[in-house]
């Protein structure tokens, strides 16, 4: 009987490219809390929106990292309505569509956006369909705390050695190195190479992404 396998990704910086919105969504959150724009906003792409305007910005108050939580949700809803949908990074779809075909592997997303969000950008590419177990920032603690890793690992029944966890952050690295899968970063995002110790790869284009994932099955 062949063993079932586990591709979780990342999404913005990993499937999507959405600094843009982010980027416009920080500087109305911020410009609403009547606080500077950090110049550093993509650096915690992957946190929880909490965890992430408290590395922003260490000194904020529990009222300031609120109403900046609030302003960027409301300044990336109203952006993304009226704009076109963030877009997938060339490759994205193929490389999503050639595992979603093998009977061996499964696809999961664990990503810091909210599940309102996730679902907006999954409908807008027709990816619905091909994501089995999606771990999302309204269910979990923050990246890099292992739990939508270990969570997706339950709801799949997929073994950890089986699993790998595709990602552009250190945040994802290290979620992958606590819940004990592989990790595999992308250079396309937003940490740089530098920052994806320990990971097994780091691709540079997503043709890579296959031949990566099974020597990694083949050598857990």
């Not at 979990?140 to 966890?165: F, I, Q, R, Y």
Request: charged fraction near 20%; include cysteine.
């Amino acid at each position: 009987m062949t063993r079932l396998k586990l591709a979780i990704f990342d999404v913005d910086g990993t499937l999507a490219d959405s600094q843009g919105h982010i980027r416009i969504a920080m500087e109305g959150a911020f410009d609403l809390a009547g606080l500077p724009v950090p110049s550093d906003v993509l650096s915690i792409v992957g946190l929880s929106l909490p965890q992430a305007m408290r590395h922003l910005v260490p000194d904020a108050s529990e009222a300031q990292i609120e109403t900046l939580v609030d302003g960027y949700k409301a300044t990336y809803s109203a952006h993304r309505a009226g704009t076109s949908p963030v877009p997938l990074y060339p490759g994205a779809m193929e490389a999503i569509k050639q595992l979603h075909a093998r009977d061996d592997v499964l696809l999961g997303i664990a990503t810091g956006k909210s599940q309102k969000g996730l679902r907006h950008l999954l409908a807008a590419h027709g990816l619905d369909r091909y994501f089995v177990t999606t771990q999302v920032a309204d269910h979990h603690p923050s990246k890099p705390h292992p739990s939508m890793v270990l969570t997706a690992l339950a709801e799949t029944g997929v073994e950890a050695c089986d699993a790998v966890m595709i990602g552009d952050t250190s945040f994802d690295m290290q979620m992958a190195q606590a819940a004990r899968v592989a990790g595999v970063g992308v250079s396309w995002g937003y940490h740089g190479v530098a920052n994806l110790t320990p990971a097994r790869h780091v691709l540079h284009d997503f043709a890579e992404l296959i031949p990566a994932l099974d020597q990694i099955w083949r050598n857990p």
